[in-house]
T-cell receptor, first 113, second 112 residues
Framework: NAGVMQNPRHLVRRRGQEARLRCSPM?????VYWYRQLPEEGLKFMVY????????ESGMPKERFSAEFPKEGPSILRIQQVVRGDSAAYFC???????????FGPGTRLTVL | DQQVKQNSPSLSVQEGRISILNCDYT??????FLWYKKYPAEGPTFLIS???IKDKNEDGRFTVFLNKSAKHLSLHIVPSQPGDSAVYFC???????????WGAGTKLIIKP
């Protein structure tokens, strides 16, 4: 039973490029959460999605960031026109239902040059 | 408005002794609490949870205590081992929150 999978594990982008981070939840999990961890800081909630729906995006920056979780395929976190401040570790978690334990993937480390 | 607070950014404990990590919350509607452990460059790992109908849950060396009247929970690790050195996050859910609400984390250092 595979855990939460994230790819790529490391992503390097130049300023102004787009970054696409993918997350495949655990089998049987239909709830996905994205978090960001900036250097020397704790986890910051970004967005919570259930299949095809955004439930809570209160932690998402207002511009350049978007997330989706289509009916088929992985959840995608998309960052347009990346800036150096976007450099961080981005973690995805999944759960079988809301308000239950979330299981995390290994993260994607984004570096913006 | 921090609903879940871990007031100690770090804690240092001698190997073999008890580690006690604390967490306070403000929302009385929270009814489910969890502890996670995180190593550098890895995702958090679920450790142990407790529902508000209980005041204690034990799993091996890990015990979580919940004091609802004080809105306080703690994680006890006995005995502490070097591999326990990590950042520990507490999280809570309930009320109008669909997702977990997280504390800022406590870095536990186990000294040999």
């Amino acid at each position: 039973n595979a855990g939460v999978m994230q790819n790529p594990r490391h992503l390097v982008r130049r300023r102004g490029q787009e970054a696409r981070l993918r997350c495949s939840p655990m089998k049987g999990h239909s709830h996905v959460y994205w978090y960001r961890q900036l250097p020397e800081e704790g986890l910051k909630f970004m967005v919570y999605l259930q299949k095809e729906n955004i439930i809570d995006e209160s932690g998402m920056p207002k511009e350049r960031f978007s997330a989706e979780f289509p009916k088929e395929g992985p959840s995608i976190l998309r960052i347009q026109q990346v800036v150096r401040g976007d450099s961080a570790a981005y973690f995805c978690a999944s759960s079988p239902a809301s308000r239950q334990a979330e299981f995390f993937g290994p993260g994607t480390r984004l570096t913006v040059l | 408005d921090q609903q879940v607070k871990q007031n100690s950014p770090s804690l240092s404990v001698q190997e073999g002794r008890i580690s006690i990590l604390n967490c306070d919350y403000t929302n009385s509607m929270f009814d489910y609490f969890l502890w996670y452990k995180k190593y550098p460059a890895e995702g958090p790992t679920f450790l142990i949870s407790i529902s508000s109908i209980k005041d204690k849950n034990e799993d091996g060396r890990f015990t979580v205590f919940l004091n609802k009247s004080a809105k306080h929970l703690s994680l006890h690790i006995v005995p502490s081992q070097p591999g326990d050195s990590a950042v520990y996050f507490c999280a809570a859910s309930g009320g109008s929150n669909y997702q977990l609400i997280w504390g800022a984390g406590t870095k536990l250092i186990i000294k040999p």
